[in-house]
């Protein structure tokens, strides 16, 4: 593994290469560099996934698909296990459109095959790092169902009367709201709301799970809102963002 490190002392957003070939991974270091990045180059999967799970964070990886070891999509798999929102670009000599749709069915935001452009890159990486800026950006409100539910306030009303969550009930609906829909495994949940390993295995999460669906759906055993995804984890649909 080899890094590029600077002395400045200005901080520079981080990107991660996962690239066995040499002559592929300076030119896209080079392009990076120039464009202020702070680069840490990977030649196996292994080293990438290691890169990703324990010295993050990143503010972007570019994954080769075929590398030793451990291939580029089964990076990507592990770090959205882990819960890691890092934006992935699959950079890969595989062309089909089967590829490309397998990449992007993993969880990559873009996938850009050889040979490319620099100009085109560096488009593609501010995309991707734009779109999850705005994934981040936390909603302060949101209706589900007929329940106005207010994070700035910790507020659940509906109608006039108030619907009472727990602290772990609000951490556990705020982090499906900011999922937007998408579905939060078990593992994200471990790490970024119970604060426990992503390789323990707990139910928590269903407790939890089922309590709000008691509360916000008005047919618990046929749920629209806090849906439960078999072999995933749980999303939070058929919401409204208010604010």
Not at 4 to 29: C, F, G, H, Q
Not at 38 to 57: R, T
Request: charged content about 30%; some cysteine; hydrophobic content about 40%.
């Amino acid at each position: 593994m080899y890094t590029n490190s600077s002395k400045s002392t200005t901080v520079k957003p981080r990107a991660l290469i996962a690239e066995d070939e040499w002559y592929m991974s300076k030119t896209l270091e080079a392009t990076l560099v120039r464009d202020g990045y702070e680069v840490v180059i990977c030649k196996n999967g292994a080293d990438a996934a290691h890169q990703l799970v324990q010295c993050g964070p990143y503010d972007v990886a570019l994954l080769d698909v075929i590398m030793p070891k451990m291939s580029g999509l089964e990076v990507l798999r592990m770090a959205r296990d882990f819960g890691i929102d890092v934006p992935v670009v699959i950079v890969s000599g595989k062309v089909k459109e089967s590829d490309r749709v397998a990449g992007l069915n993993m969880g990559a935001d873009d996938y850009i095959c050889k040979p490319f452009s620099s100009r085109e890159l560096m488009a593609r990486v501010s995309a991707v790092r734009r779109r999850r800026e705005t994934r981040l950006a936390l909603p302060k409100k949101i209706r589900v169902s007929d329940v106005v539910v207010d994070f700035e306030t910790f507020t659940a009303m509906r109608g006039a009367e108030p619907v009472h969550f727990t602290p772990m009930e609000w951490s556990v609906l705020r982090h499906m709201a900011h999922r937007e829909g998408r579905v939060v495994s078990r593992q994200e949940f471990n790490v970024h709301v119970l604060k426990i390993p992503a390789s323990i295995e707990t139910r928590t999460i269903d407790r939890h799970a089922y309590a709000l669906r008691c509360k916000l759906d008005k047919d618990p055993k046929k749920p629209r809102h806090i849906l439960s995804v078999k072999g995933a984890g749980y999303r939070l649909a058929a919401f409204e963002r208010l604010a």
